[in-house]
T-cell receptor, first 115, second 110 residues
Framework: DTEVTQTPKHLVMGMTNKKSLKCEQH?????MYWYKQKAKKPPELMFV???????INESVPSRFSPECPNSSLLNLHLHALQPEDSALYLC??????????????FGEGSWLTVV | EDQVTQSPEALRLQEGESSSLNCSYT??????LFWYRQDPGKGPEFLFT???AGEEKEKERLKATLTKKESFLHITAPKPEDSATYLC???????????FGTGTLLAVQP
């Protein structure tokens, strides 16, 4: 069973709000990812965690702050976002990092609207 | 520079009309290539991983093939439920990460 669960499915937030996106997987995967996807565009990598340690940050603005509390959970903390940050945020996981050849499985995504 | 190009951008088929989607890539040190299906408003759903030229994989009406420069996703006798965006993503290259193409939007009409 390959399942990555993301909450909430939809989030509307003001530019001064603080909110968080959550992601959970119970497949025993040790790599977890955050991607951002704008309409009619492919997913763009934001962060990679490997064995609960941040291994890749794709020069993402500091208003996005990832956290990996344990091997099953991944959070994305949001603060002082801009309207252009509105997008579908995808969490994903794999056994090990893709560089080692393993399949990445995606969640259903969290739709974020910044007003 | 690593690049991925998918064609066509959009494809409209009649139910039962077979066709192929193309993914051309320039990725140094290719380590593998993923195909995903994505329905509107949802996350990508994994279809196949191909690791070496000449490899083929099948799943229901879909078959993916890989050469040194391209991958094809063949759709045989498609049904309306096959309508989706199909994304290819080679990995490897200078960054050793997934490089997503822009996708092919497939619409299958009954």
């Amino acid at each position: 069973d390959t399942e990555v669960t993301q909450t909430p499915k939809h989030l509307v937030m003001g530019m001064t709000n603080k909110k968080s996106l959550k992601c959970e997987q119970h497949m025993g995967h040790r790599a977890m990812y955050w991607y951002k996807q704008k309409a009619k565009k492919p997913p763009e990598l934001m962060f990679v965690y490997s064995y609960e340690k941040l291994s890749i940050n794709e020069s993402v603005p500091s208003r996005f702050s990832p956290e990996c509390p344990n091997s099953s959970l991944l959070n994305l903390h949001l603060h002082a976002l801009q309207p252009e940050d509105s997008a579908l945020y995808l969490c994903a996981s794999s056994q090990v990092r893709t560089t080692d050849g393993d399949t990445i499985y995606f969640g259903e995504g969290s739709w974020l609207t910044v007003v | 520079e690593d690049q991925v190009t998918q064609s066509p951008e959009a494809l409209r088929l009649q139910e039962g009309e077979s066709s192929s989607l193309n993914c051309s890539y320039t990725v140094s040190g290719l380590r593998g290539l993923f195909w995903y299906r994505q329905d509107p408003g949802k996350g990508p759903e994994f279809l196949f991983t191909l690791y070496s030229a000449g490899e083929e994989k099948e799943k229901e009406r879909l078959k993916a093939t890989l050469t040194k420069k391209e991958s094809f996703l063949h759709i045989t006798a498609p049904k309306p439920e096959d309508s989706a965006t199909y994304l290819c993503a080679p990995y490897g290259g200078a960054t050793n990460k997934l490089i997503f193409g822009t996708g092919t939007l497939l619409a299958v009409q009954p």
